[in-house]
């Protein structure tokens, strides 16, 4: 299990010893299982591709993506007569803060992810790693 290491000292760290914890989103954007699709694509438009769907203690419980919603359209729906419930991916995959950044990596790769969310050991959502981040991190880290 990693540590996670202070955002101040990640140019002291060679990339393979980063975490998710210290390369993920920390705020982020997320919905219930009742948001109904159009908000849904809303939340979308301003820049997140997936959103996260959790329930009233903020366990990750889903995630709904532009390709579920795309979908939706597809088979002939109104994405304001749906709600996340109906499109969303039950279960997602997702790493824990101490993931090595080399696993989030694999997963992101092997899965074509674009983000996957973040959790903690109760399940409660906490942060998401985009492709980008891992990249970010990489370029803040000693490149080793």
Avoid at 19 to 37: L, P
Avoid at 51 to 75: K, N, Q
Avoid at 114 to 134: F, K, M, N, Q, Y
Wanted: charge should be negative.
């Amino acid at each position: 299990m990693g540590q996670t290491h202070d955002a101040r000292e990640l140019d002291t760290l060679q990339f393979h010893e980063l975490t998710a914890a210290d390369v993920m989103e920390r705020v982020i954007q997320s919905a219930h299982q009742r948001t109904k699709g159009d908000v849904l694509a809303s939340m979308m438009i301003e820049g997140f591709g997936g959103v996260p769907i959790v329930d009233d203690g903020h366990r990750l419980v889903g995630l709904v993506t532009e390709f579920d919603l795309l979908a939706a359209l597809d088979s002939g729906k109104r994405l304001d007569d749906l709600a996340a419930h109906d499109v969303m991916t039950c279960e997602p995959m997702r790493v824990t803060p101490h993931t090595d950044v080399r696993t989030v990596m694999h997963v992101l790769q092997t899965n074509h992810f674009i983000r996957v969310p973040v959790v903690d050991g109760e399940g409660t959502l906490v942060g998401i790693v985009a492709r980008r981040d891992v990249l970010r991190g990489y370029l803040s880290s000693k490149a080793g």
